[in-house]
């Protein structure tokens, strides 16, 4: 399963980020271009089971927003949103010109607050 990998990494990825902050992050938010074929559902899936073998992830809580695919116009210079696969502009140019969709990154990491100090 792809999502699998996919939340792996971004752990991983986080780990190496914040090697000591790492153990205090309580919520990651995830934002996926709707051309990345990131099903939110199945990261959700994906990141319970990966719960299960890292015991120390069990109170962190992952968020995934999906973001809408954005073209370039370049008779409007402006970007729209493309909607069922047509890329299209409003003033009826086509354009392949993908401006957002297709990422897959980390938005926002939040960390526990230590009390401690
Ligand atoms: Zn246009």
Redesign the pocket.
Known sequence: MHEVSVVRNIFKALEEAYPKRYERIVKVEIEAGLLSNIQPILIQNAFEALKTEETHLSDVEVEVKLLPILAY?T??Q?N?EVKYHRFV???G?PSSKIVQGEELQISKIDFKQDKSH
């Open positions: 116009c008779d409007c402006n729209f502009c409003t003033c140019k």
